[in-house]
């Protein structure tokens, strides 16, 4: 099976500080994706990374930055956290993408974040 | 810009009742859809997919979905729902070729018992 984990379950940060949020995926997904989860909104789509070293915005990236220095891990920046950035934040890994257009993703457990 | 609508945000039923979960996309091309299902306490996960072929897919636990192409939609069934369906609900629709898959707003569905 995927696995696909999350440094924390919960965080609690202070306004301004950076944050750091972890996630690793044990599948040899080419794909990974950092969404967050908000009551009434869905999911919306903060980064997404298609390679090692490759980044594409999603829908909400102002705020965030990412990194991918290795194909197995991918992490989420807030470089100065606000209080409109609590959240759920929910990392995705997926097999293919682009042409082939047929991956499922596989979602971690969640980080549930809030900033004071 | 792509979006995906789920009519529903709140559905209650007794268990045995019939459950209906609508869809609706706005994409006018190849897509790609799924219905994602979160347990409560538990990671999102796939319920099932939809790409090409028989319109009327089957996935995990009794749940079956319709696309139906004319009206851009993508409605989750299950004949007889059980307590352990209670979930929140999550259509995502997916364009051909591309990477990014837009959700829609969920719907939480409470099964009494």
């Known amino acids: 099976d995927v696995k696909v984990t999350q440094s924390s379950r919960y965080l609690v940060k202070r306004t301004g500080e950076k944050v750091f949020l972890e996630c690793v995926q044990d599948?040899?997904?080419?794909?990974m994706f950092w969404y967050r989860q908000d009551p009434g909104l869905g999911l919306r789509l903060i980064y997404f990374?298609?390679?090692?070293?490759?980044?594409e915005k999603g829908d909400i990236p102002e705020g965030y930055s990412v990194s991918r220095e290795k194909k197995e891990r991918f992490s989420l920046i807030l470089e100065s956290a606000s209080t409109n950035q609590t959240s759920m934040y929910l990392c995705?890994?997926?097999?293919?993408?682009?042409?082939?257009?047929?991956?499922?993703?596989?979602f971690g457990p969640g980080t549930r974040l809030t900033v004071l | 810009a792509q979006s995906v609508s789920q009519h529903n945000h709140h559905v209650i039923l007794s268990e045995a009742a019939s459950l209906e979960l609508g869809c609706n996309y706005s994409?006018?091309?190849?897509?790609?859809l799924f219905w994602y299902v979160q347990y409560p306490g538990q990671h999102l996960q796939l319920l099932l997919k939809?790409?090409?072929?028989?319109?009327l897919v089957k996935g995990i636990k009794g749940f079956e979905a319709e696309f139906i192409k004319s009206k851009f939609s993508f409605n989750l069934r299950k004949p007889s729902v059980q307590w352990s369906d209670t979930a929140e609900y999550f259509c995502?629709?997916?364009?051909?070729?591309?990477?990014?898959?837009?959700f829609g707003a969920g719907t939480r569905l409470f099964v009494k018992a």
């Open positions: 994409y006018g091309g190849t897509v790609n």
């Open positions: 995502a629709v997916k364009r051909g070729g591309g990477f990014k898959t837009i």
């Open positions: 599948m040899d997904h080419e794909n």
């Open positions: 990374s298609y390679d090692v070293k490759m980044k």
């Open positions: 939809y790409f090409s072929g028989d319109p």
């Open positions: 995705a890994s997926s097999l293919r993408g682009g042409l082939a257009g047929r991956d499922t993703q596989y």
